[in-house]
T-cell receptor, first 114, second 110 residues
Framework: NAGVMQNPRHLVRRRGQEARLRCSPM?????VYWYRQLPEEGLKFMVY????????ESGMPKERFSAEFPKEGPSILRIQQVVRGDSAAYFCASSPPGTRGEQYFGPGTRLTVT | SQQGEEDPQALSIQEGENATMNCSYK?????LQWYRQNSGRGLVHLILIRSNEREKHSGRLRVTLDTSKKSSSLLITASRAADTASYFC??????????FGQGTRLTINP
């Protein structure tokens, strides 16, 4: 059973470009979460999605950031017109339906904005 | 200060010694979880303790939870060099989103 997969692992973008981060949850998991980690800090919740629905996006910046989890395919975190402050590690986690417990984390995507 | 604050921020001990890390939080919780993160890597889930539990063990790990004090501790016994990592507590208040602390950076010296 493969774990949570994220790609790319490293992404370099120039200011103003778009960044697309992908997350494939564990098999059988229908809940996906995105977190952001700035250097030397803990993870900060961004968004919680289920298939085709955004459940909680209270941690998402109001502008430039969007997330989706389509019926088919991976979850996508999209950052438009990136700025230097978007440089961080972005982690995806998944959990199975009907549980309130641990989340399984992917290896993360390290975004660097130059 | 934030929900889920770890203490100390950094801890350096000799191999074989025990390491204790503490976590405090502010709001009521459903469960509290501890994660490990090796440098530049993703998070590995260590242990989950529910709000109605007081203590839990897993191998060399022992976690306690005191809901009256809104605090938890993680004890790693007989530490090894491979335990060198950052350790985070994360609280779940029932909304399915985890709130992480800043972490404790643990260094095990051979």
């Amino acid at each position: 059973n493969a774990g949570v997969m994220q790609n790319p692992r490293h992404l370099v973008r120039r200011r103003g470009q778009e960044a697309r981060l992908r997350c494939s949850p564990m098999k059988g998991h229908s809940h996906v979460y995105w977190y952001r980690q700035l250097p030397e800090e803990g993870l900060k919740f961004m968004v919680y999605l289920q298939k085709e629905n955004i459940i909680d996006e209270s941690g998402m910046p109001k502008e430039r950031f969007s997330a989706e989890f389509p019926k088919e395919g991976p979850s996508i975190l999209r950052i438009q017109q990136v700025v230097r402050g978007d440089s961080a590690a972005y982690f995806c986690a998944s959990s199975p339906p009907g549980t309130r417990g641990e989340q399984y984390f992917g290896p993360g995507t390290r975004l660097t904005v130059t | 200060s934030q929900q889920g604050e770890e203490d100390p921020q950094a801890l350096s001990i000799q191999e074989g010694e025990n390491a204790t890390m503490n976590c405090s939080y502010k709001t009521s919780i459903n469960n509290l979880q501890w994660y490990r993160q090796n440098s530049g890597r993703g998070l590995v889930h260590l242990i989950l303790i529910r709000s109605n539990e007081r203590e839990k063990h897993s191998g060399r790990l022992r976690v306690t939870l005191d809901t009256s004090k809104k605090s938890s501790s993680l004890l790693i016994t007989a530490s090894r060099a491979a335990d060198t990592a950052s350790y985070f507590c994360a609280t779940d208040s029932g909304a399915q989103k985890l709130v992480f602390g800043q972490g404790t950076r643990l260094t095990i010296n051979p």
